[in-house]
């Protein structure tokens, strides 16, 4: 299978979330996903082209996030573009390298959602 290299999870990311032991792993994302976000977020993104201007700029999300966010239920790093409207889901594993599960534009709440259980996250510490 092939895949393409989009970034490492960096230092600044990975302590945010405590992730240090996955401190500089790289991110890959497969040639499957492509045919995954075709098949599940087509309508989201309403062509194949926009799915592909996507994948082409996933790159750019990776290292410059607007904000990123660990959903602990998935075991996922997401990370978000507001310029682009679209969210990079990060599988965090022990594996020597980081897997994209998919991209997508994220309704118009979910980052105001996340930062809010963020907030909560870190009172609970």
Known sequence: MKYKYIGILNTAVAEKWNLIEHKNKPILVFDDRIQHVIDKHLKDFATVENIMIAYNNLSN?????????????TSG?????????????????????????????????????????????????
């Open 61 to 73: 999300i990776i290292k410059k996030p607007d904000y990123t966010f660990f959903n602990s239920k």
């Open 77 to 125: 790093l997401e990370y978000y573009k507001k310029l682009d409207n679209v969210c990079v889901a990060v599988r965090i594993s022990n594996g020597k390298v980081l897997k994209v599960r998919s991209w997508y534009p994220p309704n118009k709440g979910k980052i105001s959602n996340r930062q809010k259980k963020e907030k909560i996250l870190y009172i609970k510490q």
